[in-house]
Nanobody, 126 residues
Framework: QVQLVESGGGTVRAGDSLQLSCAASGDFVYRCEMGWYRQAPGLGRELVSSITQNGLANYADSVKGRFTISQDNAKNTFFLQMNSLKTEDTAAYYC????????????????????WGQGTQVTVSS
């Protein structure tokens, strides 16, 4: 089991910055990737950014150049620095953990998101 707790959300103006934090605990041995998802009202959950254990980061096109994901592996803490926020960034943001998961159909392991935090709300006003 993995527990994830997000913090750092809030209400800001367009152009402002926020940093989200995610504290992870539990059985983390098989972690392969951490991610930040977001979900706006009426829309599906979107993967905003992810980072591998080795520090390889990926971003959704909508946040490239504005958001930065980082991690402190020693403390099992993950961050999402969000700069130049836009009103369309308004959403609930969720920290997620992907673990190496055995797939019987392939008799191998794949990296799958299996745990999510409770979410933290980010509201950006114009």
């Amino acid at each position: 089991q993995v527990q994830l707790v997000e913090s750092g959300g809030g209400t800001v103006r367009a152009g402002d910055s926020l940093q989200l934090s995610c504290a992870a605990s539990g059985d983390f041995v098989y972690r392969c990737e951490m991610g930040w998802y977001r979900q706006a009202p009426g829309l599906g959950r979107e993967l905003v950014s992810s980072i591998t254990q080795n520090g390889l980061a990926n971003y959704a096109d909508s946040v490239k150049g504005r958001f930065t994901i980082s991690q402190d592996n020693a403390k099992n803490t993950f961050f999402l620095q969000m700069n130049s926020l836009k009103t369309e960034d308004t959403a609930a943001y969720y920290c997620a953990a992907a673990l190496y998961t055995y797939r019987p159909e392939t008799r191998g392991y794949s990296c799958q998101y299996r745990y999510w935090g409770q979410g933290t709300q980010v509201t950006v006003s114009s």
